[in-house]
T-cell receptor
Framework: GENVEQHPSTLSVQEGDSAVIKCTYSDSASNYFPWYKQELGKRPQLIID?????GEKKDQRIAVTLNKTAKHFSLHITETQPEDSAVYFC????????????FGTGTLLAVQP | DVKVTQSSRYLVKRTGEKVFLECVQDMDHENMFWYRQDPGLGLRLIYF???????EKGDIPEGYSVSREKKERFSLILESASTNQTSMYLCASTPPRGNTEAFFGQGTRLTVV
């Protein structure tokens, strides 16, 4: 069935360093790939997304890259700050017209001051 | 701003009880979803609905049912609560066109004792 694998499950970086989270999806019909950030005790919120007709997208310190051939996509955070500490989820749209998202298992990012 | 509101932040129920989790959205979204969030397992889709009185099973529907009598409200029902249904439950909604941001509720932490 449809599956999204996410690595690593935990990531600790020093403030100012970069962080990279990687995801792999199985459904070749997936064409939408959002990333959500969930701070402790809060709801997940969209931070960036990419569609299959684009290979890379940037928004200030955050960027996402997509390799459709290899079926993987990555989140890059540069110049990390303590407020970047959260759980990050990748997701891929399920094929067809269901509007479903298949989520990865999450990455707990800790930015050490 | 889209608002997705879940009726309870915390719930404690006894084994065998029938449990109702309510979700209301105020942006006239057609699609609504119920997810379960467990550490290390990410967000798993229980049920979703793309129209009033319509429902589709997600990846883990066993032990759950749903009701969508009005467009703005999507209820998750645990027919006979069990301890393995102790979890965080998240509701989300999206507009009808595919590949757009999902807006989440604040979550309901359910404990079954």
């Amino acid at each position: 069935g449809e599956n999204v694998e996410q690595h690593p499950s935990t990531l600790s970086v020093q403030e100012g360093d970069s962080a990279v989270i990687k995801c792999t999806y199985s459904d070749s019909a997936s064409n939408y790939f959002p990333w959500y950030k969930q701070e402790l005790g809060k709801r997940p919120q969209l931070i960036i997304d990419i569609r299959s007709n684009v290979g890379e997208k940037k928004d200030q310190r955050i960027a996402v890259t997509l390799n459709k051939t290899a079926k993987h996509f990555s989140l890059h955070i540069t110049e990390t700050q303590p407020e970047d500490s959260a759980v990050y989820f990748c997701a891929a749209s399920a094929g067809g017209a269901t509007n479903k998202l298949i989520f990865g298992t999450g990455t707990l990012l800790a930015v050490q001051p | 701003d889209v608002k997705v509101t879940q009726s309870s932040r915390y719930l404690v129920k006894r084994t065998g009880e029938k449990v109702f989790l309510e979700c209301v959205q105020d942006m006239d979204h057609e699609n609504m979803f119920w997810y379960r969030q467990d550490p290390g397992l990410g967000l798993r889709l229980i049920y979703f609905s793309y129209d009033v009185k319509m429902k589709e099973k997600g990846d883990i529907p066993e032990g759950y049912s749903v009701s969508r009598e009005k467009k703005e409200r999507f209820s998750l029902i645990l027919e006979s609560a069990s301890t393995n249904q102790t979890s965080m439950y998240l509701c989300a909604s999206t507009p009808p066109r595919g590949n757009t941001e999902a807006f989440f509720g604040q979550g309901t932490r359910l404990t079954v004792v």
